[in-house]
């Protein structure tokens, strides 16, 4: 017999991370604590049911209606396609009595009413909310067990799918907190993590589901004004797909010959030197070089702010709106703060995915690293981007500062050995001025050339000079003399 198409939650993302839903007539459990987000998970799950046609049911156990329906209009939903049913003890609770224990009177009365609603309504998704009542009230967890146990018969007799929001926070540490889990056909574990700065971190993983081929990991998620949303975890090795292999030019012949004939597609290159060295100005050109070409290209300014970045470029010669408007450029300023590891990664990925950029600009990775510091494993959630894109074809260009003066520059993390292509930017004195050099550090793909060359960065754009065969210790911020003819070769003449 044909397995019936699974389903899905209508929550972005995480259709995704499951392979196409859940698989139906099935029990689930959305574990949690308090504010994770498990009922607004539940609402999406039966909304997209009730879109589709489907008779849904919420079975509330703690809230009232009010309180769903004020909910639900914080984000922009009707509830007028679900059945609700409230359980008294979430409207109107028992008053105390002594004779009896709960398991034996209000525990019975609970589960008759919800069998009863179920019967009734006859849907083919239910969602209750929350396990935390039934916890409470079985008291001990053999009796907690059976009952769930006979509601998992109950649902599997209904041929409904079934989703049980648990408060993880009452079950974590009581005596058999995770009973549930063995029964329940799929877990889905919400979990948020507040840091030193900014708004909490919330990422989910798929504890289990039998019989599905899901994303394994923790995947981040936000909650806003008209949802959840996920972003799953970037995965490299699903993206490989063959590209037209070859050179991009950078806009400079000079640097595209020091690189050997221009940047690799697919390659990654790091731009690395102190701060005032025309990193983020080689990266423009480039960028602009490709948008103007008729491949898009897509930037991220982590530091700079963009009426200033344009104004920099402008004075490099570089007119960014137009190629912005003809769609060929876009540029985005991200606040860190608000922004995680893996919502900007799914970022670059629709950039690529449904955008079709060609190039991919990082400005810069030390306000990347160092705004998400906190945040654990990110040098290896940045190698995964870099997989990616280079997998896609993508030609990445990362910005990186270093700290220091001259020879006592040193940066706060090593991330030289991700890139295939090294561009070594520098400030040396000479003759009372501070100058810019560049140099190509490293290139994987082939020969390149290995000369230190003087940087210009002006009106007439970006402009590299003859080696600087005639100094030495260039590199140290301080050179000195050893030939004739210097005075030329520093010269700063155009290309």
Known sequence: MESPEPAMTGIDGLDEVL??????????????????????VGLQFLLEGAAKGETVLFISLSETEEELTSGARSHGWSLDGIHIQVHAVANAPREDQTVFQAAEVDLPEMMAELFDGVDRVKPARVVVDSLSEFRLLAGAPHRYRREMMRLKQFFADCDCTVMLLDDRSLSRDSEGGFELQSLAHGVIELDEVAPDFGPSRRRLRIRKIRGVSMRTGWHDYTIATGGMAVFPRLVAAEYRRPFPVGTMNTGSESLDHMLGGGIDRGSSTLLIGPAGTGKSSIATLCAHTAASRGERAALYLFDERLPSYFARASGLGLDLEPLIDAGLLSISQIDPAERTPGQFASDVRDEIEKGGARVIVIDSLTGYLNSMSQERNLVL????????????GVASLLVFSQHGLFSSMHSSIDVSYLSDNILLLRHYEYRGEIRQTISVFKRRSGPHDRSLRELGLGPAGVTIGAPLNDLKGVLGGIPELTGVGSGALLSRSAE
């Open 19 to 40: 392979r196409g839903g859940l698989p139906r007539r099935r029990l689930y459990m959305v574990q949690g604590s308090p504010g994770a987000g498990k009922t607004t």
């Open 381 to 392: 959630q940045l190698h995964e981007l870099l997989s990616y894109t280079g997998q896609r």
